[in-house]
T-cell receptor, first 114, second 114 residues
Framework: GNSVTQMEGPVTLSEEAFLTINCTYTATGYPSLFWYVQYPGEGLQLLLKATKADDKGSNKGFEATYRKETTSFHLEKGSVQVSDSAVYFCALSEGGAAGNKLTFGGGTRVLVKP | GAVVSQHPSRVICKSGTSVKIECRSLDFQATTMFWYRQFPKQSLMLMATSNEGSKATYEQGVEKDKFLINHASLTLSTLTVTSAHPEDSSFYIC??????????FGSGTQLSVL
């Protein structure tokens, strides 16, 4: 079956530090990959996605590249802000669209200190 | 943007009682909604797919008689945890799919069964 593994948190950083959250996956086919973010007290929001190998998703300064050879989709941001404090979830969908069933990683809590 | 309202955000109940959680799409119609459960430090696990006007589709290992799902309208799906026990204590999250196959999440419900 499908699975997603992401690094455990919490990850604590200072403002303007570089952030990487590792995510690897196992899937039978060619999934679409997603990063979702959950800010305190809010629902999960789609942060970025990539639907095929070598695609790069980007949004709000975050980037992740779909690496089929390493089955990875690591999330990076060059300079984090306090407002980036949230829980980040890596996910995949075999159906190719966000509207299909998602398999999630366990989430990584990120805390950015001023 | 589209909003999904999930209520209540937190509920504490006694063992043996039933708890209903509501998931509403506020500004769009959703023929499909998903219910997830998350245990501490674990992934969001898909419990069931809720389809308006038809029976929900449950994932393997999820007891349909214990977790009753009703998707009676295009904007409302409910999850009822029947005869709740402490092992049902978890974080429950719903999501709804709009006509463009975009997925929107509720903010979750923390259920604690004493």
């Amino acid at each position: 079956g499908n699975s997603v593994t992401q690094m455990e948190g919490p990850v604590t950083l200072s403002e303007e530090a570089f952030l990487t959250i590792n995510c690897t996956y196992t899937a039978t086919g060619y999934p679409s990959l997603f990063w979702y973010v959950q800010y305190p007290g809010e629902g999960l929001q789609l942060l970025l996605k990539a639907t095929k190998a070598d695609d790069k998703g980007s949004n709000k300064g975050f980037e992740a590249t779909y690496r089929k050879e390493t089955t990875s989709f690591h999330l990076e941001k060059g300079s984090v802000q306090v407002s980036d404090s949230a829980v980040y979830f890596c996910a995949l969908s075999e159906g190719g669209a966000a509207g299909n069933k998602l398999t999630f990683g366990g989430g990584t809590r990120v805390l950015v200190k001023p | 943007g589209a909003v999904v309202s999930q209520h209540p955000s937190r509920v504490i109940c006694k063992s043996g009682t039933s708890v209903k959680i509501e998931c509403r799409s506020l500004d769009f119609q959703a023929t499909t909604m998903f219910w997830y459960r998350q245990f501490p430090k674990q992934s969001l696990m898909l419990m069931a797919t809720s389809n308006e006007g038809s029976k929900a589709t449950y994932e393997q290992g999820v007891e349909k008689d214990k977790f009753l799902i009703n998707h009676a309208s295009l904007t409302l799906s409910t999850l009822t945890v029947t005869s709740a026990h402490p092992e049902d204590s978890s974080f429950y999250i719903c999501s709804a799919v709009d006509s463009n196959e975009k997925l929107f999440f509720g903010s979750g419900t923390q259920l604690s069964v004493l």
